[in-house]
């Protein structure tokens, strides 16, 4: 029998995952809340798949991608990701991990076929890949991400180019401070720049101005 760790932070759905997975056939070894849980569930149980959310505590952003991508870098862990929305950045990376092989990324609200979700599941247990035919699509737009601004974004990230604070771009453009915050919000948002500890969204958006720019 395929044992997995499943990693899922809201209750509910965990315990109904539990419950789906043990009804197709497999053995939930071990079924945690957050990233750091997921590694030591895996360290203790070996298991022959991972299970797990993308966005998990603490930060809500790519906790249970980059789990899963440390994981297959000591092994050739199959991994299935499941997500609410298509992250291209995401899925990127989780198919770069291990050559591609023995993964899949899912998206949550499009598995409607238990039956289909299980053979998934054996697929990518048996080495291969299964990715969501609406993150194939999103994967295949290579469009500029500039271009998915708003004119108002593009003014405020070349004014943050030139190095304005948010207030002083505020002051420019005669809006309010927490109006430039929200333009900001949504311009990370927009290049694919989620939270992380490991950089500075604010430099990686500049710097996309600038390539296109230079």
């Given at each position: 029998?395929?044992?997995?760790?499943?990693?899922?932070?809201?209750?509910?759905?965990?315990?109904?995952?539990?419950?789906?997975?043990?009804?197709?056939?497999?053995?939930?070894?071990?079924?945690?809340?957050d990233?750091?849980?997921?590694?030591?569930?895996?360290d203790?149980?070996?298991?022959?798949?991972?299970?797990?959310?993308?966005?998990?505590?603490?930060?809500?952003?790519?906790?249970?991608?980059?789990?899963?991508?440390?994981?297959?870098?000591?092994?050739?862990?199959?991994?299935?990701?499941?997500?609410?929305?298509?992250?291209r950045?995401y899925?990127?990376?989780?198919?770069?991990?291990?050559?591609?092989?023995?993964?899949?990324?899912?998206?949550?609200?499009?598995?409607?076929?238990?039956?289909?979700?299980?053979?998934?599941?054996r697929?990518?247990?048996?080495?291969?890949t299964?990715?969501?035919?609406?993150?194939?699509?999103?994967?295949?737009?290579?469009?500029?991400?500039?271009?998915?601004?708003?004119?108002?974004?593009?003014?405020?990230?070349a004014?943050?180019?030139?190095?304005?604070?948010?207030?002083?771009?505020?002051?420019?453009?005669?809006?309010t401070?927490?109006?430039?915050n929200?333009h900001?919000?949504?311009?990370?948002?927009?290049?694919?720049?989620?939270p992380?500890?490991?950089?500075?969204r604010?430099?990686?958006?500049?710097?996309?101005?600038?390539?296109?720019?230079?």
């Amino acid at each position: 029998m395929t044992r997995v760790v499943l990693a899922e932070d809201g209750t509910l759905l965990r315990e109904g995952l539990v419950g789906l997975l043990e009804r197709l056939g497999f053995e939930v070894v071990s079924a945690v809340g957050d990233a750091e849980a997921l590694i030591a569930a895996v360290d203790e149980h070996d298991p022959d798949l991972v299970v797990t959310d993308i966005r998990m505590p603490p930060g809500y952003s790519d906790e249970g991608l980059r789990a899963a991508c440390r994981l297959r870098t000591r092994r050739a862990l199959p991994v299935v990701a499941l997500s609410q929305y298509v992250e291209r950045s995401y899925a990127e990376d989780l198919l770069d991990s291990a050559g591609g092989r023995a993964v899949g990324y899912l998206l949550k609200d499009r598995v409607v076929d238990v039956a289909e979700f299980g053979q998934a599941l054996r697929t990518v247990v048996g080495g291969g890949t299964v990715v969501d035919p609406e993150v194939v699509r999103q994967l295949m737009r290579r469009s500029d991400p500039l271009d998915r601004l708003t004119e108002r974004e593009r003014g405020v990230l070349a004014l943050l180019a030139e190095g304005h604070s948010n207030l002083a771009i505020a002051e420019r453009l005669v809006v309010t401070e927490a109006a430039v915050n929200k333009h900001v919000g949504n311009i990370l948002s927009k290049l694919d720049l989620p939270p992380s500890a490991d950089s500075n969204r604010r430099v990686l958006a500049v710097l996309t101005w600038l390539r296109r720019h230079d």
